[in-house]
């Protein structure tokens, strides 16, 4: 089997695997909390993205990886990581704009791993930086998914405890 190949399967048992435990497991836990609560939980994951910020580092990719697609991969993880931690502390807090932020952290995270992934030439060069797009690559898109589905079906947010 070819690199590429190998990737996609990856890719793609990581996205089921995940989502069937998100069915299974959080889904059904989230469901029962507040919408605060529930988007807290599933953008936590997306605070670690500044962990994109190691496709600019020499040696863990097999060859220095193309600047189109590294300096937009790290950067727009490090962007969507700090949106992620600002929307976690305004839901954390339950302040009225909490909403707002979580919808623009999404969108920004959302289109950023859709730009990295249409980078199918890099496959083979990522070396040590292959777990992140077959592990927790998988994990973004279906809570960025299960982000979407409550941000469009139910959208009270309490007030900002003072």
């Known amino acids: ?25 959080a889904s059904p836990w989230l469901n029962k909390q507040s919408i605060n ?6 953008t936590l994951p997306h605070t670690f993205r500044h962990i994109g910020m190691s496709f600019l580092v ?20 490090l962007a969507a990581g700090i949106l992620a931690f600002a929307a976690l502390c305004f839901l954390y807090y339950k302040c009225p704009l909490a909403l707002v932020i979580v919808w623009i952290f999404n969108i920004v995270g959302f ?20 777990y992140i797009p077959t592990f927790l690559v998988p994990l973004l898109f279906v809570t960025h998914f299960m982000i979407f589905v409550r941000l469009i079906f139910n959208v009270n947010l309490k007030k900002c405890d003072e």
């Not at 070819?2 to 069915?23: P, R, Y």
């Not at 020499?58 to 993880?77: C, H, K, R, W």
């Not at 859709?114 to 930086?129: K, T």
């Open 1 to 25: 089997m070819d690199t590429q190949a190998i990737f996609l399967l990856q890719f793609l048992l990581s996205i089921i695997v995940f989502s069937f435990l998100m069915k299974w497991i």
């Open 37 to 42: 609560t529930a988007l807290f939980w599933l």
């Open 58 to 77: 020499p040696g863990l990719s097999l060859q220095t990886l193309p600047s189109n697609f590294a300096f937009p991969a790290a950067y727009g993880d």
């Open 111 to 130: 289109v950023d791993l859709l730009n990295a992934l249409r980078h199918a030439e890099v496959i083979p060069m990522f070396g040590a930086n292959w």
